[in-house]
């Protein structure tokens, strides 16, 4: 059924009818289905990382698949900047290792690449051939990310949450990412943070075997989903990329320049500059950027088991 249903979702002669898809901008159609939560969260987020006071985000879960929460973009306009910029001018490049092997990563000022850029990975070096992380291949993870995650770890109840490896995917409107299951790393009980920015998409999230029918979900610029151990031992996939055409979608556009941030890594005045923020945002206009954020280790193992 997962096969089935990643196939209709992909189609684009004909294309598929997005009626099932769960839509969380429009959550009264979809009322017997999940379950709406609302934070009473006292946790001060300083210094800003780009994210709206807990209180104020929204929580669901899917009642039929325990262990997925999504969150409706709980980011500002430049919050979402600030990561785009930072997945596309500091993650591609060395030590962290890309689709593009040797070839540089460049962004042009119309927001197009010459290579397409696929993937990054950040921290433990996840290796695509044998789906397992390596000791030898470990760099520093990036502090900023970090400590996003670590917020939103507290927000959601798992206090000790440690990023240790990230991988972010780059996706244009022909890109798919096929049924998987999340299971490499040691922890299995930590969860795993999605953050997406850009071009909307649909998840498909299924069961613990491909012959179990998954549930579609939109994806929109800024949402988060985290994903516990049942969740991500689930089947889930990525069978088609969408264009937002309304302007209003682009949560990315409308900025507040009084917004406090953290900015150790110079990226505010690109975010805030019309000009300099130009092919960042072209980028978003025709891609999505997804970061999934993971702990690699048990809390009480200082190295990958053998």
Same mark, same amino acid.
């Given at each position: 059924?997962?096969?089935?249903?990643?196939?209709?979702? $992909?189609?684009?002669?004909? @294309?598929?009818?997005?009626?099932?898809?769960?839509?969380?901008?429009?959550?009264?159609?979809?009322?017997?289905?999940?379950?709406?939560?609302?934070?009473?969260?006292?946790?001060?987020?300083? !210094?800003?990382?780009?994210? $709206? &006071?807990? =209180? &104020?985000?929204?929580?669901?879960?899917?009642?039929?698949?325990?262990?997925?929460?999504?969150?409706?973009?709980?980011?500002?306009?430049?919050?979402?900047?600030?990561?785009?910029?930072?997945?596309?001018?500091?993650?591609?490049?060395? @030590?962290?290792? &890309?689709?593009?092997?040797?070839?540089?990563?460049?962004?042009?000022?119309?927001?197009?690449?010459?290579?397409?850029?696929?993937?990054?990975?950040?921290?433990?070096?996840?290796?695509? =051939?044998?789906?397992?992380?390596?000791?030898?291949? $470990?760099?520093?993870? !990036?502090?900023?990310?970090?400590?996003?995650?670590?917020?939103?770890?507290?927000?959601?109840?798992?206090?000790?949450? #440690?990023?240790?490896?990230?991988?972010?995917?780059?996706?244009?409107?022909?890109?798919?990412?096929?049924?998987?299951?999340?299971?490499?790393? =040691?922890?299995?009980?930590? !969860?795993?943070?999605?953050?997406?920015?850009?071009?909307?998409?649909?998840?498909?999230?299924?069961?613990?075997?491909?012959?179990?029918?998954?549930?579609?979900?939109?994806?929109?610029?800024?949402?988060?989903?985290?994903?516990?151990?049942?969740?991500?031992? #689930?089947?889930?996939?990525?069978?088609?990329?969408?264009?937002?055409?309304?302007?209003? =979608?682009?949560?990315?556009?409308?900025?507040?320049?009084?917004?406090?941030?953290?900015?150790?890594?110079?990226?505010?005045?690109? #975010?805030?500059? &019309?000009? #300099?923020?130009?092919?960042?945002?072209?980028?978003?206009?025709?891609?999505?950027?997804?970061?999934?954020?993971?702990?690699?280790?048990?809390?009480?193992?200082?190295?990958?088991?053998?």
């Amino acid at each position: 059924m997962f096969k089935e249903s990643f196939k209709y979702y $992909k189609s684009k002669k004909p @294309p598929p009818s997005l009626n099932d898809v769960v839509d969380f901008d429009d959550i009264s159609k979809w009322l017997p289905v999940i379950k709406q939560h609302r934070l009473n969260s006292n946790i001060q987020i300083e !210094p800003k990382f780009g994210l $709206k &006071t807990p =209180d &104020t985000w929204e929580l669901y879960e899917l009642l039929s698949s325990p262990g997925l929460v999504f969150i409706k973009n709980p980011f500002t306009a430049i919050g979402q900047r600030y990561w785009t910029v930072r997945c596309l001018r500091d993650y591609p490049f060395a @030590p962290n290792r &890309t689709n593009l092997r040797e070839q540089s990563f460049e962004l042009s000022k119309s927001g197009k690449t010459q290579l397409p850029l696929r993937w990054t990975t950040l921290g433990y070096q996840y290796d695509w =051939d044998s789906k397992v992380y390596s000791e030898e291949l $470990k760099n520093v993870f !990036p502090e900023d990310l970090a400590k996003l995650s670590r917020i939103l770890g507290e927000v959601l109840g798992f206090e000790n949450f #440690c990023a240790q490896a990230a991988i972010v995917n780059y996706y244009y409107f022909n890109s798919t990412l096929s049924g998987h299951t999340d299971h490499s790393e =040691d922890n299995l009980e930590a !969860p795993l943070f999605s953050f997406s920015f850009g071009q909307s998409a649909i998840f498909l999230l299924g069961g613990k075997t491909l012959d179990e029918k998954p549930i579609p979900i939109f994806i929109r610029s800024g949402d988060i989903i985290a994903m516990t151990k049942q969740a991500r031992l #689930c089947y889930h996939g990525i069978p088609k990329i969408l264009e937002e055409r309304n302007s209003i =979608d682009r949560r990315w556009r409308h900025i507040d320049l009084n917004e406090e941030f953290y900015d150790e890594h110079n990226v505010l005045q690109l #975010c805030i500059d &019309t000009n #300099c923020w130009l092919p960042y945002g072209k980028f978003l206009e025709n891609s999505r950027i997804n970061v999934n954020v993971r702990q690699v280790l048990k809390e009480s193992q200082l190295y990958l088991s053998n």
